[in-house]
């Protein structure tokens, strides 16, 4: 498990790696891949999985905002990064740090060639997003024209990829609505293609693309986020990956606290006997959420469940231990390999993704690559 003496996120380059090996096993050698290390790499260490990623090849990045992107290019990161949503204020900083975005409007597109007009810019990598029933950012089908006719006169940008984003990739009950989404997709780049008489990259799979659509539709790239950290939003899926974070803390205190009594704040707890409680380290400014309180997640402690009772406090959550074997300064487990990420988000309704990225910066972090 590791030396824990304070809460501690471990990350696991080696399962990194490993995940990174499944999933292009699953497309073909020729078939670009993108890793998406947005949000702090899904909450882990964005720099680090950034610069493990270069070195096994990925041929891209994406982040989602500009400031993510910026963070790469200080730590030296030499990739092309796409910026998944760009906004216009961020333009000649994109520039300045050679920050490719993903145009999905026609305001931003016209906006972007403003800016790369300014800093006289000539085939400046864009990406340009297609909706194909996502419905959160792209153009539409019906505007191919609008792009084709304002790309077509300026010289300062170039298309090196377009792309989409399944809706349900991971559901095998929306595979109709994926497969139309991949129809209209091809049909949109093929348009796209012929009408300013040049190819660009096509990518479309996500994580579970990846795993559901690649016959279909990994085109010349895929991206994945999620995959790469171990999880495949699938349980079929998930003993082929390993997740790359270890969330551990350790016990504070421990009280034996009489029959009736009630534990932490609004007493939104009250034993029914005598009950044995352990206050951790880590709490909602941890990234442990207030519904993950009174009962609905639980953590590990010496291979024993103890759920988490009463309220999440800002910086502690109180764990009911009674029957448990441990004692003030044991190690404490609230995910990693032997409890999944995902396995403690469900019990409070949410997903991997969200636990993982709400991990607070206020966490240490100690990267593991031997
Ligand atoms: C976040 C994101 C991804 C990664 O999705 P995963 O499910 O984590 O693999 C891919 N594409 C876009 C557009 C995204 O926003």
């Known amino acids: 498990m590791g030396k824990v003496g304070e809460t501690t996120l471990f990350l696991d380059l080696n399962a990194l790696e490993h995940n990174f090996a499944y ?122 024209g609008f792009i084709a006719e304002r790309l077509k006169t300026s010289p300062e940008a170039k298309v090196v990829s377009v792309f989409s984003h399944l809706a349900a990739s991971e559901d095998p009950n929306e595979r109709a609505f994926s497969l139309n989404q991949i129809d209209t997709f091809k049909k949109c780049s093929d348009v796209l293609a012929q009408k300013l008489g040049y190819a660009s990259i096509r990518h479309m799979l996500n994580t579970s693309g990846i795993i559901n659509y690649a016959s279909e539709a990994q085109f010349e790239m895929v991206r994945s986020g999620i995959g790469l950290y171990g999880y495949g939003n699938d349980a079929l899926i998930d003993p082929n990956l390993r997740p790359v974070a270890t969330l551990k803390t350790i016990i504070s205190q421990i009280h034996e606290i009489g029959d009736g009594e009630t534990v932490g704040y609004n007493r939104a707890f009250k034993t029914g006997g005598t009950t044995k409680t352990a206050t951790l380290p880590i709490g909602h400014a941890d990234g442990i959420g207030r519904q993950y309180g009174k009962g609905k997640a639980s953590v590990l402690i010496n291979g ?37 990420a995902e396995n403690f988000a469900s019990g409070a309704g949410t997903i991997s993704y969200e636990i993982l990225t709400a991990i607070s910066q206020r966490v240490k972090r100690i990267v593991i690559d031997h």
């Open 23 to 144: 999933l292009r096993s699953k497309i073909a050698p020729s078939t670009k891949f993108l890793g998406v290390v947005k949000a702090f790499a899904y909450g882990s260490d964005m720099v680090a999985i950034a610069k493990k990623l270069e070195l096994l090849g990925a041929d891209y990045l994406a982040v989602a905002y500009v400031i993510e992107g910026v963070l790469l290019r200080n730590a030296g990161i030499k990739t092309p990064i796409l910026v998944l949503h760009p906004l216009a204020s961020n333009f000649e900083e994109m520039i300045d740090r050679c920050l490719e975005p993903s145009l999905y409007s026609q305001n931003i597109l016209t906006q972007f060639l403003e800016a790369a007009r300014a800093k006289k810019q000539v085939a400046y990598p864009v990406h340009i997003k297609f909706n194909t029933g996502l419905n959160r950012l792209g153009f539409k089908e019906n505007e191919i």
């Open 304 to 340: 024993k469940e103890a759920p988490l009772i009463g309220n999440v406090c800002m910086d502690m959550i109180m764990v009911d231990v009674t029957g448990v074997d441990c004692e003030e300064g044991d190690k404490v487990l609230v995910f990693g390999p032997q409890r999944s």
